[in-house]
């Protein structure tokens, strides 16, 4: 696109001027003879009127703009109305120079030769501007001194592709106005900077939207409206939590918190409910600010309402080029719009006005416009809503055809002959309706195919009914409701946007939680390397395997129950009274399970029940001297694994009803049930039975391991009855 105006002819030559205006006047004299001769040879009637060669598409323009300078087409009403042509004479006029617009569609052909051809014809110096649909198609001075390949340049490099027709004229025309020295300079200022001369290929920014960006704008808008303020809903009230716990004091787990004092009556009570709404009153009130913030900066942001520079159009705008190829047609069934090429000609066009009359006198009448369709015309490029619109102005009954002389398409409806309708829609062959040749004339071979339609047709069957094919014609939406962007809330992917905000909100949560506790983590694990001295609270846990062999309970349960025993030899005078006391019942329970007699060694016949239980011992009392504090729970997947640090939701079905239960765990344990990693029964700890017996889990052996799921406390209590008994 930004190549289109490489081949313009710059500002002519004095002397190439006065060669130019002796030339037109010869040129004058000779047609005027021409002409003079042909009346007096050729006499007038209406068969030779009808036969002759209208005038052409230049010779056409060139009358039109010597009764006006500046002409704006009925063809292009959703993007250059007719009633904006008092716009284009304005900016016409700031030239300082006589300037001639052309407002015509893209002839698909080198616009400079239209310039040349209207500018011979109107035989009047000046600058020549052919304007199209996008901008400023072409532009030539004939014999003035004006800048018009530095303006088509700057209007074409400075302004973006959406900016319109009238616009870019607007910026031509105030280029020419600044002089050739500043316009040069402009044009390569321009040319360097968005042609990519200097490493770049930058475009200046459209000053419209699309309306698919629309689309993504109200997605985006339903996205912040419940996305930011669900997201202060659920994370301000978990990082509330998470700085509260922070800075209770630890509970040990299993034991209560000691009441630090009397109450201080019923006041306080009802003052703690009352403050306990004011945060939640405040995270509430922050969402709805989000809420209307998301409101106020959308609208500000994604202010557009259009999504073109076209003005609207008037009621004439849009019946314009209808009442004139009506009003033509009703003087000749075979009209040519004189503002286009004109592919037919005389002999073409007396073949096919022979062809209509005899249909007529057989079938009924045939009306044939040869005129464009385009996508901004009146009905955007719908041949057949522009038959429909023909046939009404014209008021009578026939076949009404419409052949573009721009892209070479046919397009053939029936109303009110007696004529099989699908034939015409359905059973036309593509040959007529297109021209699918490698090599395209000019013509498009318009005359050769309407030929063929008009064999077509008279071949065609006869129907009893009398037809209507164009009934059902598709009708282009209205160019004001075509142009005007949907509103930003409550349309089209809005609604979607709504419930991707929901999801993004949590997920965001999700993630914004796990980076928050695992920043807490973090720092607890570096609090604890810092502090020495006193032992901690943390509590202590063991690594073992959920199945263990004979061989590892045995090996396993001497190593802790030495290692407890020479820790508690050891033990400093600062441990409290009751962890003593807790790493003596534990070493003296584990001792019992393993040495059966009084000769103080471990028996050989210990059952696996009974080292794992020695195991769970010596652990709990290992953890307890280890952390200075007394923790009677432990993991109840694995009691081996030591105390539990936090608990898991099983569910069960006794008679026929589902049941919820929290267990206590420890931390790889409850982490791997979370995560669906694994099983919950293959977690659970599982010892071999005698004599090739199958594996049993450790809550239905014969002994008091199974006691351990109650705590260390039960256990004790079972071991000692167990040791009594045996």
């Known amino acids: ?16 001027v006065r060669v130019g205006v002796r030339r037109v006047a010869h040129l004058r004299t000779a047609f005027a003879l021409l002409a003079l001769g042909l009346a007096l040879l050729v006499p007038v009637g209406p068969a030779v009127a009808q036969g002759s060669r209208p005038a052409s598409q230049a010779a056409h323009l060139a009358d039109l703009l010597r009764k006006d300078p500046v002409y704006v087409t009925d063809q292009l009403p ?17 030239t300082g120079v006589p300037t001639y617009v052309l407002v015509l569609p893209d002839q698909h ?7 040349d051809a209207v500018h011979d014809r109107l035989g009047r110096d000046g600058l020549y501007v052919l304007v199209d649909g996008m901008g400023v198609a072409a532009a030539t001075a004939y014999g003035v001194r004006a800048p018009a390949d530095a303006a088509s340049t700057v209007s074409l490099y400075e302004l973006p592709y959406d900016a319109g027709p009238l616009l870019h004229f607007q910026r031509f025309t105030e280029v020419v106005a600044e002089g050739n020295a500043r316009a040069a300079q402009r044009a390569e200022q321009a040319r ?3 042609s990519g001369e200097d490493g770049s290929d930058r475009e200046p920014a459209p000053m419209y939207i699309e309306p698919t960006d629309r689309d993504n704008q109200s997605f985006l808008t339903g996205i912040l409206l419940t996305g930011v303020p669900l997201l202060i809903l659920l994370l301000s009230p978990y990082v509330r939590r998470r700085l509260r716990r922070r800075g209770q004091p630890a509970t040990v787990v299993g034991e209560l918190p000691k009441r630090s004092g009397p109450r201080s009556g019923p006041s306080v009570g009802f003052a703690s409910g009352r403050h306990r709404w004011i945060p939640r009153l405040v995270e509430a009130a922050c969402a709805l600010l989000a809420a209307v913030a998301v409101v106020l900066v959308t609208q500000h942001t994604f202010d557009q309402k259009t999504s073109s520079a076209a003005p609207p159009p008037t009621a004439a705008d849009m019946t314009s080029r209808i009442d004139r190829v009506a009003g033509g047609l009703k003087q000749d069934p075979l009209y040519g719009d004189p503002e286009s090429p004109q592919p037919l000609d005389a002999t073409q066009q007396a073949e096919l006005r022979r062809r209509m009359a005899e249909f007529r006198e057989s079938t009924g009448a045939v009306y044939l416009a040869v005129v464009p369709q385009l996508t901004d015309d009146e009905f955007g490029d719908e041949a057949g809503a522009f038959s429909a619109a023909v046939h009404e102005k014209v008021g009578k009954d026939g076949v009404y055809i419409v052949a573009d002389p721009l892209e070479g398409d046919i397009s053939v409806e029936n109303y009110g002959l007696p004529l099989d309708d699908s034939r015409l829609d359905f059973g036309l062959p593509d040959a007529i309706r297109s021209d699918h040749e490698d090599s395209e004339p000019a013509d498009f071979r318009l005359g050769t195919r309407l030929d063929q339609l008009m064999t077509y047709l008279d071949k065609a069957p006869q129907a009893s009914q009398p037809g209507d094919s164009g ?23 809005f609604w979607p946007g709504l419930v991707i905000g929901v999801l993004t909100a949590l997920v965001t949560f999700g993630i914004v939680a796990a980076l928050i506790r695992v920043g807490g983590a973090l720092i607890s694990l570096r609090t604890k390397h810092r502090v020495s001295g006193a032992p901690t609270a943390t509590p202590v846990s063991f690594e073992a395997p959920s199945d263990p062999s ?10 802790e129950i030495a290692s407890l025993g020479e820790e508690f030899d050891r033990q400093p005078q600062s441990l409290p009274g009751a962890v003593r006391i807790r790493v003596w019942d534990c070493l003296d ?52 694994h030591g105390a539990a640090t936090r608990t898991h939701e099983v569910r069960s079905t006794e008679r026929g009803r589902l049941k919820r239960r929290r267990i206590p765990v420890c931390a790889p344990c409850g982490l791997a049930a979370m995560k669906g990693q694994t099983t919950t029964e293959s977690l659970q700890l599982t010892l071999p039975g005698a004599a090739h017996e199958a594996r049993l889990g450790y809550t239905e052996v014969v002994g008091p391991l199974s006691s351990a799921q109650r705590g260390i406390s039960q256990l004790l209590d079972s071991v000692r009855e167990y040791a009594g008994v045996r």
């Open 1 to 16: 696109m930004r190549e289109r105006y490489a081949g313009a002819p710059a500002a002519t030559t004095p002397h190439t």
């Open 78 to 94: 959703r993007v250059v109305p007719r009633s904006t042509a008092p716009e284009f004479v304005k900016a016409a006029k700031a």
């Open 109 to 115: 052909s080198p616009e400079g030769s239209l310039l």
């Open 192 to 194: 360097k900077t968005y």
């Open 471 to 493: 009934q059902g014609a598709e009708q282009a939406p209205e160019p004001v409701e075509d142009n005007t962007l949907h509103p930003l809330f409550f349309h089209s992917d």
């Open 550 to 559: 004979a061989s590892y309970l045995r090996r396993t349960a001497r190593a």
């Open 589 to 640: 329970a584990a001792t019992l399970l393993m040495d059966h007699g009084p000769d103080g060694r471990f028996d050989e016949d210990t059952t696996a029940p009974e080292l794992a239980a020695a195991i769970v011992l010596a652990r709990s009392g290992r953890a307890a001297f280890a952390s200075g504090t007394v923790i009677d729970t432990c993991c109840v997947f694995n009691p081996m």
